[in-house]
């Protein structure tokens, strides 16, 4: 909606949506496509997941596949993709660590930077509304930075300051 060239990953084993209680996710491969995933919770519980929202995320179960797939076939896992971006910016520390991870195992090949940022949100509905306002807020000031590797941590610490939250931030390569 804003014009950002954007891409959307996983970085685990599998996709995890939320299930009839957070102890119990649903799982599916990257393989499944988002419209098996979407009938399967339909054929499952109909009523949790259509009539339903325990602390927010029964609807939310629906809502993923049924917009993903509006935009794409299936999940895609980050470690599997060989395109390159000049950000990959994650929203949980866990996931951070695998993209770095990632990056530190396939070795730097070409020496093109790109930067990895972290934003922590909480799973749920709330914050993730606030953190897609505030990632959006951040790529555009990455967008308009006339050289990226000199000025991100600057970008960064004015983002810090001005909401109150902490970025987690690495360059690796390419």
């Known amino acids: 909606?804003?014009?950002?060239?954007v891409s959307s990953f996983g970085s685990g084993t599998h996709c995890k949506l939320p299930g009839p209680t957070p102890e119990e996710p649903n799982i599916y491969s990257f393989d499944s496509s988002y419209d098996d995933m979407y009938n399967d919770l339909i054929k499952k519980d109909r009523t949790l997941y259509l009539f339903s929202c325990y602390y927010d995320c029964s609807l939310i179960a629906l809502k993923l596949p049924n917009r993903n797939r509006r935009i794409?076939?299936?999940?895609?896992?980050?470690q599997d993709c060989d395109d390159k971006h000049d950000c990959v910016i994650s929203c949980d520390e866990r996931v951070y660590d695998q993209v770095v991870e990632d990056f530190e195992n396939r070795g730097n090949v070409?020496?093109?930077?790109v930067h990895?940022?972290?934003?922590s949100i909480m799973d749920n509905q709330e914050e993730?509304?606030?953190g897609a306002v505030l990632i959006c807020e951040l790529c555009q000031q990455i967008e308009e930075c006339q050289d990226l590797d000199d000025n991100i941590e600057d970008i960064i610490r004015e983002f810090e300051e001005k909401n109150k939250r902490t970025l987690y931030h690495?360059?690796?390569f390419y």
């Open 72 to 78: 794409k076939s299936k999940p895609e896992r980050f």
């Open 1 to 5: 909606k804003r014009s950002f060239n």
């Open 128 to 130: 993730a509304t606030i």
């Open 110 to 113: 070409d020496g093109t930077p």
């Open 116 to 119: 990895l940022i972290n934003l």
């Open 170 to 172: 690495h360059v690796a």
